[in-house]
T-cell receptor, first 114, second 117 residues
Framework: SQELEQSPQSLIVQEGKNLTINCTSS?????LYWYKQKYGEGLIFLMM?????EEKSHEKITAKLDEKKQQSSLHITASQPSHAGIYLC??????????????FGTGTQLKVEL | DADVTQTPRNRITKTGKRIMLECSQT?????MYWYRQDPGLGLRLIYY???????NKGEISDGYSVSRQAQAKFSLSLESAIPNQTALYFC????????????????FGPGTRLLVL
């Protein structure tokens, strides 16, 4: 079953506009990762959140993890064409026998129009 | 040079054929993973390896096998390819960081696009 829900599934915004992508889990998140994927390319690590209420920024992208650690949002300010791509949230899931794996949301496809 | 490389980048094969996807990393990480990505299903874990002698099945390992030839190399094989194995395959590596050894950021290769006819 899908453990992470992302919304919206796709988004088209005009250049310069702000946008928010959400990632929601039914379980407590002990590590929440945001990745960006461009068509035909691998996943690029953006940032990782671990603590309730934590917020991190990278250039014009800000990600937050809520206090209950069950929801994260990714906010892009003044979007640019270079922001276009698929944004994926991933969460640490403890593996039987130790260690962690990442489980991913289905992704949000972002298009930025000129 | 890329830290995580995958070969081939694209592959077309026929049902029943055996194929191998290769992954190499120069990050010096012990942990390596194989995922597949399908539209609407996100990324799903196929196999993972915490070191050369430690290989584990992920959530969708049926029809796949892996080989960890060295710390830097992790290969994924489809013993007898079938059309529903058409997908984008990603290799990833990670290492535990942080004071408590908990933080684990995974670094991904560029992907291999596989089409099974």
């Amino acid at each position: 079953s899908q453990e992470l829900e992302q919304s919206p599934q796709s988004l088209i915004v005009q250049e310069g506009k702000n946008l928010t992508i959400n990632c929601t889990s039914s379980k407590t998140l002990y590590g929440l990762y945001w990745y960006k994927q461009k068509y035909g390319e691998g996943l690029i690590f953006l940032m990782m959140l671990q603590k309730g209420g934590e917020e991190k920024s990278h250039e014009k992208i800000t990600a937050k993890l809520d206090e209950k650690k069950q929801q994260s949002s990714l906010h892009i300010t003044a979007s640019q064409p270079s922001h276009a791509g698929i944004y994926l949230c991933g969460a640490d899931i403890t593996l039987t026998g130790g260690g962690n794996k990442l489980t991913f949301g289905t992704g949000t496809q972002l298009k930025v129009e000129l | 040079d890329a830290d995580v490389t995958q070969t081939p980048r694209n592959r077309i094969t026929k049902t029943g054929k055996r194929i191998m996807l290769e992954c190499s990393q120069t990050k010096g990480h012990d942990r390596m993973y194989w995922y597949r990505q399908d539209p609407g299903l996100g990324l799903r874990l196929i196999y993972y390896s915490f070191d050369v002698k430690d290989i584990n099945k992920g959530e969708i390992s049926d029809g796949y096998s892996v080989s960890r030839q060295a710390q830097a190399k992790f290969s994924l094989s489809l013993e007898s390819a079938i059309p529903n194995q058409t997908a984008l395959y990603f290799c990833a590596t990670s290492d535990l960081t942080g004071a408590d050894g908990y933080q684990e950021t995974q670094y991904f290769g560029p992907g291999t696009r596989l089409l099974v006819l």
